[in-house]
């Protein structure tokens, strides 16, 4: 069973600061989605970004990028000039190409300091 | 159109009682799918519909748990005989079809139990 680990519970940085969010996934198949969503108190989840596992390059949308290292099973978030509407809980999420669940990790709270 | 919508946003039940939550899908999204998420934690999946075939109901966690999408569009996640262990977010989720990676959340019902 695929699973995904975000060992970093709670991050801090100041405004403007470049911010990187931990995400390890665990999986035997070799081609699959993985995602980060942001979720702000008002608890909707919002797409950041995803990536295709085929893909070698890596995403970015505008301040988001990812670090994917397949090899490492590794799917890291970085976030450029951060700002203070950044803050929220960042979840890392894997989806199966043969499956339409998400799996998700458990979570990273990010604050940004003023 | 508008967005996904879930009512009520915030549900207190005392142990016993059945809930039912009501999830208002993107106009058109074919795909539908409930996730349990528990406080600091990251959502679980619960079941999944595709129109209103409901395919996947795997992730329900006790036969008090039943989910409905009769007309293919509204669906309803109702939970008999409410227990503490059921308080959690209630997420739904929709996209245009399960092919499609991207999932549309909603803002969620906080169900307590008390």
């Known amino acids: 069973a695929q699973t995904v680990t975000q060992s970093q519970p709670e991050m801090s940085v100041q405004e403007a600061e470049t911010v990187t969010l931990s995400c390890t996934y665990d999986?035997?198949?070799?081609?699959?989605?993985l995602f980060w969503y942001k979720q702000p108190p008002s608890r909707q989840m919002i797409l950041v970004i995803r990536?295709?596992?085929?893909k070698q390059q890596n995403a970015t949308e505008n301040r988001f990028s990812v670090n994917f290292q397949k090899a490492a099973k590794s799917f890291s978030l970085k976030i450029s000039d951060s700002q203070l509407g950044d803050a929220a809980m960042y979840f890392c999420?894997?989806?199966?190409?043969?499956?339409?669940?998400?799996?998700w990790g458990a979570g990273t709270k990010l604050i940004i300091k003023p | 159109g508008a967005g996904v919508s879930q009512s009520p946003r915030y549900k207190v039940a005392k142990r016993g009682q059945d809930v039912a939550l009501r999830c208002d899908p993107i106009?058109?999204?074919?795909?539908l799918f409930w996730y349990q998420q528990a406080l600091g934690q990251g959502p679980e999946f619960l079941t999944y519909?595709?129109?209103?075939?409901?395919?996947?109901k795997s992730g329900l966690p006790s036969d008090r748990f039943f989910a409905e999408r009769p007309e293919g569009s509204v669906s309803t996640l109702k939970i008999q005989r409410t227990q503490q262990e059921d308080s959690a977010v209630y997420l739904c989720?929709?996209?245009?079809?399960?092919?499609?990676?991207?999932?549309?959340f909603g803002p969620g019902t906080r169900l307590t139990v008390t």
């Open positions: 999986t035997s198949e070799s081609d699959y989605y």
């Open positions: 990536q295709e596992a085929y």
């Open positions: 519909f595709q129109n209103e075939a409901q395919l996947d």
């Open positions: 999420a894997y989806r199966s190409t043969s499956n339409y669940q998400l799996i």
């Open positions: 106009s058109g999204h074919v795909s």
């Open positions: 989720a929709s996209n245009l079809d399960s092919s499609i990676y991207e999932q549309y």
